[in-house]
Antibody
Framework: QVQLQESGPGLVKPSETLSLTCTVS????????WSWIRQPPGKGLEWIGY???????NYNPSLKSRVTISVDTSKNQFSLKLSSVTAADTAVYYC????????????????WGQGTLVTVSS | AIQMTQSPSSLSASVGDRVTITCRAS??????LGWYQQKPGKAPKVLIY???SLQSGVPSRFSGSGSGTDFTLTISSLQPEDFATYYC?????????FGGGTKVEIK
């Protein structure tokens, strides 16, 4: 059973960089899409971006200028950096794995971390 | 980005009721749509993918339908454990976008 666990600071100051890591256990990080998704308190879900195990990335244009997602296959981890944060970036951040079968409509987030609340405040 | 409009935003229902939630895409997305259930304090869980395919382990009272721009999630007989918030997600193009959510509450 694949398990994902987010880790990182729960409090970040405005204008600084939010950094989170997702550790994957029970399976290999290879040959999968790894995403970050966030949810402001009491609100809906927003996809931030993904990284494939090869290192290719795709980011939400709404955050693209501030987001970097990277992968460390040797540690079975992938990471999120979000720069120049404001209070609007306060959210629960989830890491998730996405299965997508090329040439079909089969695509979904199958495994999720428990989520970690990051608050942006001075 | 493709906009996903979900309705209603909330509903009250009783155990045993048939519940229908709809999701409309701002442009055609074939059948590249999933439905997710989220309970308070928990990560979302996939129920349906490819508009109508039931994820393994999900009870058969959940079903999905639709193609193009209009999609439906149906719970045939609402159970106590089904009270949650439901989200649709389009997988057709990036950025992936979620609907605003439907909170299903106890009447």
């Amino acid at each position: 059973q694949v398990q994902l666990q987010e880790s990182g600071p729960g409090l970040v100051k405005p204008s600084e960089t939010l950094s989170l890591t997702c550790t994957v256990s029970g399976g290999s990080i290879s040959s999968y899409y790894w995403s970050w998704i966030r949810q402001p308190p009491g609100k809906g879900l927003e996809w931030i971006g993904y990284i494939y195990s090869s290192g290719s990335t795709n980011y939400n244009p709404s955050l693209k200028s501030r987001v970097t997602i990277s992968v460390d296959t040797s540690k079975n981890q992938f990471s999120l950096k979000l720069s120049s944060v404001t209070a609007a970036d306060t959210a629960v951040y989830y890491c998730a794995s996405r299965i997508a079968v090329t040439g079909t409509s089969i695509a979904y987030f199958d495994y999720w971390g428990q989520g970690t609340l990051v608050t942006v405040s001075s | 980005a493709i906009q996903m409009t979900q309705s209603p935003s909330s509903l009250s229902a009783s155990v045993g009721d048939r519940v229908t939630i709809t999701c409309r895409a701002s442009q055609g997305i074939r059948n590249d749509l999933g439905w997710y259930q989220q309970k308070p304090g928990k990560a979302p869980k996939v129920l349906i993918y490819a508009a109508s395919s039931l994820q393994s382990g999900v009870p058969s009272r959940f079903s999905g339908s639709g193609s193009g721009t209009d999609f439906t999630l149906t719970i045939s007989s609402l159970q106590p454990e089904d009270f949650a918030t439901y989200y649709c997600l389009q997988d057709y193009s990036y950025p992936l976008t979620f609907g605003g959510g439907t909170k299903v509450e106890i009447k």
